[in-house]
């Protein structure tokens, strides 16, 4: 599934979180305004079978610099029963949350 966010410039990014079976680590790959986060399906499964939050992935740069990634579980917002949770991880939200 693909998002994306609109800039008042006009600049639409998109972005999208992919599973890949052949995939042995996490990638980033950014073309045209749009980012690509790919995660191997053994890690992904896990991440989302489990309590596990997140997922973060460290990917060396040239000149010495580091991409930083970090995938985490979007959780509702319980004080707001409004709010469409029908992507977010619900189930495993805190029954008291102190805040969002």
């Known amino acids: 599934m693909e998002q994306s966010i609109s ?3 006009g600049v639409v990014f998109r972005f ?5 079976q052949s995939a042995t680590e996490v990638t980033a790959v950014m073309n ?8 191997p399906s053994d890690q992904a499964q896990k991440w989302i079978e489990t309590n ?9 740069l040239p000149d010495n610099e580091k991409l ?11 004080d707001r029963p409004e709010e469409n949770w029908s992507d977010t991880f ?9 805040s969002c």
Not at 68 to 78: G, T
């Open 32 to 39: 045209d305004n749009r980012l690509n986060l790919i995660l």
């Open 16 to 20: 999208a979180l992919s599973i890949d």
């Open 68 to 78: 930083h990634l970090l995938v985490e579980k979007d959780f509702p917002c319980l």
């Open 7 to 9: 800039f008042p410039s």
């Open 90 to 98: 619900h189930e495993l939200a805190p029954e008291n949350p102190e």
């Open 52 to 60: 596990q939050v997140g997922i973060e992935s460290f990917i060396q």
